[in-house]
């Protein structure tokens, strides 16, 4: 295992090699700023297993190296777009991974300590899910911004982490009913300001991750179809209520019509994909200008346009990977409240995945979400980061 | 507990599934719908794909330029120049990125852009130095001097000319009138696309008309194929065919034409005759318009053909019978599709695939692809194709069709008075080919409301084909 684990450590490095010997020269005569991307993630790479290692043997190192790679392959396509922001996102990477390595490190009681903390998730779900309807700015039609001091970031991002807690820990003793009435009110809140705030895509994300918990916690698959049906007449309802969800759907309905106007954006992610091919055009050989959002929410067809249809395949697959070393370590925990934990952000970061991809791509309707580790945003990766850091701990039989 | 991991294994297996099905659904966008959506003119990519090289030229079957890139002075960029001018204007379309890409110029684009520096292959076999960015060139098989020649016959007249190689299908000559000047597009494109002459349409491959008479050519194949005896059957023309109902189907000015065989008939075109026949036939005259590829895809190289059509009457509708064997009622034919039953009658029954491109050469001037002729197939047996060709002969040396004869060439052919809803002057048409034996060429001409076939479209198809012969 150890052998194995360590050759694709190696190819890893071999990617970053062959990533950045390309975005090198494709500035004459030679840029070195490459080569410093690349031995800083591999130094980073190197001491983190080291570390991971070295203090938790028995630990799941796939899957830091899984999530290494992801984010190999968008700080690759950040520097070909826009060196200031690769520079960013790697000061981020860095952040994350530490913040990372001190959940990993210090958190030495086992996790299940913080399932009694359910009324502080409660409050920190409400308070980060409705902070930005009070004091928030728009962006890109959605008001799910805010900025404090120097530092602006998306509260429902930290939002979704306490609701995933609270409902770890509402749900881990579930055994009557009533036991649901409470957890039912709060993820209603969540999805209810998320709407407000016309964020539809973390409401999705939401909905998605309530449901499978709820599954899990109650075996009951009456509960899903109920919140389904209550899903799609709410759905439905806001179809009716609100003009920006009419325009979604009618652009992914069929975006051909208004290519220069509602669906100039999805149209143009298209084209990129399509353009791409199998094998894509070749890094820096694609016209990602025309995309927008192309280093965030369309980071995913920018990359399909110049690294191919292939390297489109291998970020789902790599996903699904995540999702099933992490979900592994959910069977594998010994308690309630780590199994849903760590079950819940596994689906958080799936979901959000299989939301964006299939938005980019017009399989469903579009919305503004990031790639979990590919896409450039400093609140995301951390976010993506500190659930990985449980997900981890959870990993190593934290008990 | 152990509820809930088996319900975290089942989680599991559905996020496998949709994460399957996501893969697929990108697999069949990118690889199925992709190559249709690129295409798409509000596609920015292609054209900056296209503008990284120095689009390839396009030349007649002698070489001479029609359409090239040149350097407008003062600026890097190129500006494409259409030397055909509104000659060729139809036939080899326009390169814009304002208007889009139509005609020769779009159905080649793969090879007028293609960008061989992008090659790696290509990188290291010029020693690692950059390749000329140079599309391909295209040698199409027009035959400039015999296309200005049918636009010049064509004069101020809307309509069509097409000239084919009998042998090969290679297209000799496509005119389209009213024509346009593609290097001037900007200035006139408002009036272009308002025009109610449609001047951008290429009516050799997308104008469906009433063959009328030229249609008898087809009645004649399919009474031979399925009439026994009709060579040799005797007909008394009475100058009217009763169609019940009181409706009757009378000669061009009402001439009788008494006792009369095949033969005469379509020398004379008779319309009594061939409606008779029209009704006889009942739905074999359907599928003999079918094996001439009417109501189907015509196979073709470097243009697309609309396709002509011919309804499926029920017996009882004998006036309806009687009109498509004389080429009326609904049916309609594009004039390439009667340029091509010309040729298939010349070559012993064998449609060929026509075909407007003969090689196309790389940017250091050698031939990556030259296409050869292929037969689309055998419409008819070489026996009745002969017998037509005889009839066809008399058509212009005694019929209807005397004003194509060209000195010194047996020239054959059938006139066409087309009888249409927009006017009441009828559309003049003529299909032919010459010589009689060994036939080189096969033409089709339409004159819109240009009056009798044997008029206006009989002397184009007279000016253009002496000008092969006698260059």
């Known amino acids: 295992m150890t052998k194995k684990l360590r050759m694709f450590q190696f190819l890893i490095y071999v990617f970053l090699f062959f990533g950045f010997l390309n975005l090198g020269v494709l500035k004459k005569p030679f840029d070195p700023k490459a080569g410093i991307f690349f031995g800083v993630l591999v130094v980073i790479i190197a001491l983190t297993t080291w570390i991971l290692k070295r203090f938790y043997p028995m630990g799941d190192r796939i899957i830091f190296l899984l999530t290494m790679l992801l984010c190999s392959i968008g700080i690759i396509m950040l520097y070909r ?48 899910m409705s902070l930005a309807t009070f004091i928030g700015y728009e962006i890109l039609g959605a008001k799910n911004w805010v900025k404090i001091g120097p530092v602006s970031f998306q509260p429902s991002e930290f939002g979704k982490i306490f609701l995933i807690l609270y409902l770890a820990s509402a749900l881990s003793n579930v055994n009557t009913r009533k036991k649901l009435i409470e ?6 809140i969540s999805l209810g300001f998320m709407v407000i705030q016309r964020d539809l895509g973390t409401a999705l994300i939401i909905f998605a991750v309530s449901v499978t918990m709820v599954y899990l916690a109650t ?24 003009d920006h969800i009419k325009r979604r759907i009618m652009i992914w309905h069929n975006p051909w019509p208004y290519v220069y106007n509602e669906s100039y954006q999805l149209v143009q992610s298209m084209y990129a994909i399509a353009t791409g091919g199998l094998f894509g055009r070749g890094l820096g050989m694609g016209h990602p200008g025309y995309v927008a959002v192309n280093e965030s929410d369309f980071i995913f067809s920018v990359i399909c346009e110049e690294m191919g249809l292939l390297m489109g395949f291998a970020i789902l697959i790599l996903h699904f990977l995540l999702f099933y070393r992490s979900i592994r370590s959910a069977i594998h925990a010994e308690n309630n409240f780590s199994k849903l934990l760590t079950a819940g952000l596994s689906v958080m970061i799936a979901t959000q995945t299989l939301v964006i991809v299939g938005g980019v791509t017009g ?23 500190l659930s990985l850091s449980i997900i981890q701990k959870v990993s190593e039989g934290e008990d | 507990m152990d509820n809930l991991t088996n319900n975290i294994k089942r989680i599991m297996i559905i996020f496998l599934v949709v994460f399957f099905v996501l893969i697929s659904y990108l697999a069949y ?9 690129v295409t798409r003119p509000d596609n920015r990519r292609m054209w900056d794909i296209r503008n990284k090289v120095v689009r390839g030229t396009i030349y007649d079957r002698t070489g001479k330029e029609l359409s090239v890139s040149e350097k407008k002075s003062g600026s890097g960029e190129y500006k494409r120049v259409y030397k055909g001018g509104a000659v060729t204007a139809h036939a080899l379309g326009y390169y814009d990125p304002q208007y889009g890409i139509t005609g020769l110029e779009n159905l080649y684009d793969s090879y007028l852009s293609s960008n061989i520096s992008a090659s790696l292959l290509a990188w290291i076999g010029n020693g690692f130095k950059e390749v000329n960015k140079k599309g391909d060139d295209v040698y199409s098989t027009l035959d400039y001097q015999l296309q200005k020649t049918a636009y010049d016959a064509l004069g101020s007249s809307k309509g069509s ?22 290097n001037n597009l900007n200035k006139n494109w408002e009036t272009l696309v308002k025009s109610k002459n449609v001047p951008l349409l290429n009516r050799s491959v997308s104008g ?38 009181g409706y009757t189907l009378s000669n061009d000015h009402g001439e009788v034409l008494g006792k009369i065989k095949l033969e005469t008939a379509l020398v004379k075109s008779s319309n009594v005759f061939f409606g008779n026949l029209g009704i006889r036939l009942e739905n074999d005259l359907y599928k003999t318009a079918q094996d001439f590829r009417f109501n189907k895809d015509i196979p073709s190289n470097g243009i697309i053909i609309d396709k002509s059509r011919f309804p499926k009457y029920k017996t009882h509708e004998k006036g309806n019978m009687a009109q498509s064997g004389i080429g009326q009622a609904e049916v309609l034919a594009t ?34 692809q030259s296409l050869k002729s292929s037969e689309v197939e055998q419409v008819t047996s070489a026996e009745y194709a002969s017998e037509i060709r005889k009839y066809m002969r008399e058509v212009v040396s005694k019929g209807t069709g005397t004003r194509a004869q060209v000195s010194g060439i047996q020239v054959c052919g059938k006139t066409g008075t087309a009888q249409h809803i927009e006017s009441k002057t009828p559309h003049s048409w003529f299909i032919g080919f010459a010589p009689y034996k060994n036939p080189q060429i096969a033409i089709a001409v339409i004159v819109e409301e240009g009056g009798y076939g044997g008029v206006a479209a009989a002397r184009i198809s007279q000016k253009v084909m002496s000008r092969y012969f006698h260059k």
Request: proline share 5%.
């Open chain 2, 335 to 368: 004039p390439i599709q009667m340029a091509l039953i010309a040729q298939t009658i010349a070559n012993d029954g064998v449609m060929m695939k026509p075909t407007l491109v003969n090689k196309i050469n790389d940017y250091k001037g050698n031939t990556i």
């Open chain 1, 183 to 188: 957890p039912g009110i709060v993820i209603s």
């Open chain 2, 208 to 245: 469906l008309y009433p063959p009328g008479s030229t249609f008898k050519v087809v009645t004649a194949v399919s009474a031979l194929e399925n009439i026994e005896g009709i060579k040799n059957e005797t007909f008394n023309d009475k100058g009217k065919l009763n169609l019940g109902g």
């Open chain 1, 219 to 242: 075996s009951k698959k009456l509960y899903v179809l109920v919140s389904l049906g209550l899903f799609a007449s709410g759905g439905a309802a806001s179809y009716a209520m609100f």
């Open chain 1, 81 to 128: 777009l826009n060196i200031k922001l690769a520079t960013k996102q790697l000061a981020w990477l860095l952040l994350g991974i530490l913040a990372f390595l001190f959940v990993v490190l210090f958190l030495k009681r086992g996790l299940a300590q913080f399932a009694r903390l359910k009324y502080v998730f409660l409050a920190g779900t409400i308070m980060f």
């Open chain 2, 29 to 37: 966008f990118t690889l199925v719908k992709g190559p249709e959506i």
């Open chain 2, 161 to 182: 000319v097409v000239v084919l190689k009998v042998d090969t299908g290679e297209i000799l000559a496509m005119v389209s009138k009213p024509s346009y000047d593609p």
């Open chain 1, 363 to 385: 399989f469903i309707p579009l919305t503004g979400i990031t790639l979990p580790f590919v896409s450039s945003g400093g609140t995301s990766l951390l976010i993506s980061f």
